[in-house]
């Protein structure tokens, strides 16, 4: 069996988006469960699209996610180095022997010469023209020219590419592990270029040289690059590498949630979602953009749920740790259909890991919101307040957003449960209730409990029909969590003072 090496090449073009990581995270996870290794590597080979900042975005958003490197330009590995643009001599040799061997070109053409091969060939009706086994002949290249004529320009340093030679007739396969046999007939590949005027690879010649020196073993990459897969079948073949070609799996692309149409940046913001796993400041428009750590998306939520966006273990379970993705995971049950990125299930993914933390834990997220508040908070009561909290809180900040009642009288209370539910009777339980609580020489949930029946009991009012009231003047609302808990936590005094300005503030309206 061959030795599972898989790469994550992104380019450092901008911010990492999601579909990024989830094409990491797969790489990963295929690594992990077959001893394997995972290699970062930097594809920078557009040096004008090169965005400062973005290589140490990806290595954060990685690190932040568990997704660990093994080899990289940040960790070295005995390919080093992993940043193209330092292979930049090490491609030269292969775009030679493709020249040599006739499956490469030189091409001379200028900008306006391609331009106006183009409007030529739209004229003549061509919706995409293109330089392939047809046009190649009407342009300037080494396979139009004479040698001497090649030579010559090449002795002058006129600026040049190389393009592979396409073969004209020929059905070009590959199996992918995804989607199995795709073909695709040659006349559709153009003679793309793999060396540029500036001396540096493009991607799909700097793809194919690295994969290959790097033994890479599975390419797993989103759809995108799909129609490229054919052209570096080609490229396998024609540097003689067919054997070490690796095998190929081409992610289903991520869609709105809506299930219409490929995922965008426009249409996470108009959404209100984020894209990106980190905190991203545009270096060159200084746009600032949220992430899913800064939106309180814990790590372990986010891969559970970008596992599941295209992968799924055939089962109804849906709750998996990293180590469990990478028992379970294979690239045989990834399918081949585009997958709607369902926030919503985010969402769900986030409370049911916040849910599942330990209470001191989710008291330190409360400690940290209260002490950016300036409010002081014992670590118990801390511990108190999340217990009750956290199944109503989607994301760390909600104990804290949904929890304010805890820390602060209500001013005002909702007037829809006020007008239903404040009458005479609660009323009258309330100012019986606060008299006897005043009494009591301790207090938790179990004796506010009590000491409320005893009053009802007393005054032959159900329990039952005042417990909003006196929620509502407690919390100013007509729901949240248990009740008796509440008064536990904010205590006997407050309570009685939250219950005196009810009456005040209820009785007055009322009347
Ligand atoms: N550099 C390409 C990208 O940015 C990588 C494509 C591949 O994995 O082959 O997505």
Same mark, same amino acid.
Not at 370 to 387: G, R
């Given at each position: 069996?061959?030795?599972?090496?898989?790469?994550?090449?992104?380019? *450092?073009?901008?911010?990492?988006?999601?579909?990024?990581?989830?094409?990491?995270?797969?790489?990963?996870?295929?690594?992990?469960?077959?001893?394997?290794?995972?290699?970062?590597?930097?594809?920078?080979?557009?040096?004008?699209?090169?965005?400062?900042?973005? +290589?140490?975005?990806?290595?954060?958003?990685?690190?932040?996610?568990?997704?660990?490197?093994?080899?990289?330009?940040?960790?070295?590995?005995?390919?080093?180095?992993?940043?193209?643009?330092?292979?930049?001599?090490?491609?030269?040799?292969?775009?030679?022997?493709?020249?040599?061997?006739?499956?490469?070109?030189?091409?001379?053409?200028?900008?306006?010469?391609?331009?106006?091969?183009?409007?030529?060939?739209?004229?003549?009706?061509?919706?995409?023209?293109?330089?392939?086994?047809?046009?190649?002949?009407?342009?300037?290249?080494?396979?139009?020219?004479?040698?001497? +004529?090649?030579?010559?320009?090449?002795?002058?340093?006129? *600026?040049?590419?190389?393009?592979?030679?396409?073969?004209?007739?020929?059905?070009?396969?590959?199996?992918?592990?995804?989607?199995?046999?795709?073909?695709?007939?040659?006349?559709?590949?153009?003679?793309?270029?793999?060396?540029?005027?500036?001396?540096?690879?493009?991607?799909?010649?700097?793809?194919?040289?690295?994969?290959?020196?790097?033994?890479?073993?599975?390419?797993?990459?989103?759809?995108?690059?799909? *129609?490229?897969?054919?052209?570096?079948?080609?490229?396998?073949?024609?540097?003689?590498?067919?054997?070490?070609?690796?095998?190929?799996?081409?992610?289903?692309?991520?869609?709105?949630?809506?299930?219409?149409?490929?995922?965008?940046?426009?249409?996470?913001?108009?959404? #209100?979602?984020?894209?990106?796993?980190?905190?991203?400041?545009? *270096?060159?428009?200084?746009?600032?953009?949220?992430?899913?750590?800064?939106? #309180?998306?814990?790590?372990?939520?986010?891969?559970?749920?970008?596992?599941?966006?295209?992968?799924?273990?055939?089962?109804?379970?849906?709750?998996?740790?990293?180590?469990?993705?990478?028992?379970?995971?294979?690239?045989?049950?990834?399918?081949?259909?585009?997958?709607?990125?369902?926030?919503?299930?985010?969402?769900?993914?986030?409370?049911?890991?916040?849910?599942?933390?330990?209470?001191?834990?989710?008291?330190?997220?409360?400690?940290?919101?209260?002490?950016?508040?300036?409010?002081?908070?014992?670590? +118990?009561?801390?511990?108190?307040?999340?217990?009750?909290?956290?199944?109503?809180?989607?994301?760390?900040?909600?104990?804290?957003?949904?929890?304010?009642?805890?820390?602060?009288?209500?001013?005002?209370?909702?007037?829809?449960?006020?007008?239903?539910?404040?009458?005479?009777?609660?009323?009258?339980?309330?100012?019986?209730?606060?008299?006897?609580?005043?009494?009591?020489?301790?207090?938790?949930?179990?004796?506010?409990?009590?000491?409320?029946?005893?009053?009802?009991?007393?005054?032959?009012?159900?329990?039952?029909?005042?417990?909003?009231?006196?929620?509502?003047?407690?919390? #100013?609302?007509?729901?949240?969590?248990?009740?008796?808990?509440?008064?536990?936590?904010? #205590?006997?005094?407050?309570?009685?003072?939250?219950?005196?300005?009810?009456?005040?503030?209820?009785?007055?309206?009322?009347?």
């Amino acid at each position: 069996m061959r030795e599972v090496r898989v790469r994550f090449a992104p380019s *450092p073009t901008g911010a990492l988006h999601i579909g990024g990581v989830r094409t990491a995270l797969y790489n990963f996870l295929l690594a992990r469960q077959s001893n394997g290794t995972m290699i970062l590597r930097i594809e920078d080979t557009d040096q004008a699209r090169y965005v400062p900042g973005a +290589e140490e975005y990806i290595i954060q958003s990685l690190a932040w996610l568990g997704i660990k490197i093994d080899e990289g330009f940040s960790v070295g590995g005995p390919h080093a180095p992993y940043r193209q643009s330092e292979r930049k001599s090490m491609y030269m040799q292969y775009a030679q022997q493709l020249l040599d061997n006739g499956h490469a070109y030189y091409a001379f053409d200028t900008e306006q010469e391609l331009e106006s091969m183009r409007d030529r060939l739209k004229t003549a009706g061509v919706v995409s023209p293109q330089y392939n086994s047809i046009t190649r002949m009407q342009m300037r290249n080494s396979l139009t020219l004479l040698e001497d +004529e090649v030579k010559a320009l090449l002795a002058a340093n006129t *600026p040049y590419v190389i393009r592979l030679k396409v073969p004209r007739k020929e059905e070009v396969r590959l199996n992918d592990m995804i989607r199995g046999w795709v073909m695709v007939h040659s006349a559709q590949i153009d003679d793309k270029v793999l060396m540029k005027s500036d001396g540096m690879p493009t991607y799909h010649l700097a793809n194919v040289v690295d994969d290959y020196l790097m033994k890479i073993s599975h390419v797993i990459r989103g759809e995108e690059w799909l *129609p490229s897969a054919p052209l570096h079948v080609l490229l396998y073949r024609f540097l003689g590498w067919e054997k070490e070609m690796p095998q190929f799996a081409h992610l289903p692309l991520l869609l709105k949630p809506t299930g219409d149409g490929k995922l965008s940046k426009r249409d996470a913001d108009q959404m #209100g979602f984020p894209i990106f796993p980190l905190d991203w400041t545009d *270096p060159n428009t200084n746009e600032k953009v949220i992430g899913f750590r800064e939106a #309180g998306y814990l790590p372990e939520a986010l891969i559970n749920f970008l596992a599941f966006l295209g992968w799924n273990p055939g089962t109804t379970e849906e709750i998996f740790s990293m180590d469990e993705l990478i028992k379970r995971f294979s690239v045989e049950r990834i399918g081949k259909a585009g997958t709607k990125f369902d926030i919503l299930k985010a969402q769900w993914f986030n409370q049911q890991y916040l849910r599942a933390k330990p209470n001191e834990q989710l008291a330190e997220y409360l400690l940290d919101s209260l002490s950016n508040e300036n409010i002081a908070c014992s670590k +118990e009561k801390a511990i108190k307040v999340v217990s009750i909290m956290k199944e109503r809180a989607t994301f760390p900040k909600d104990l804290w957003e949904h929890g304010k009642f805890l820390f602060y009288a209500p001013k005002s209370f909702d007037e829809t449960v006020a007008s239903k539910k404040w009458n005479d009777d609660a009323a009258k339980v309330l100012e019986a209730y606060k008299t006897e609580l005043k009494q009591l020489s301790s207090f938790d949930a179990a004796t506010a409990m009590g000491t409320l029946e005893k009053v009802t009991a007393g005054l032959g009012i159900a329990t039952g029909k005042i417990l909003q009231a006196l929620r509502l003047s407690i919390t #100013g609302a007509g729901t949240g969590p248990d009740l008796m808990m509440v008064m536990e936590i904010i #205590g006997r005094d407050e309570v009685v003072k939250r219950i005196d300005y009810a009456l005040q503030t209820l009785n007055a309206k009322v009347s």
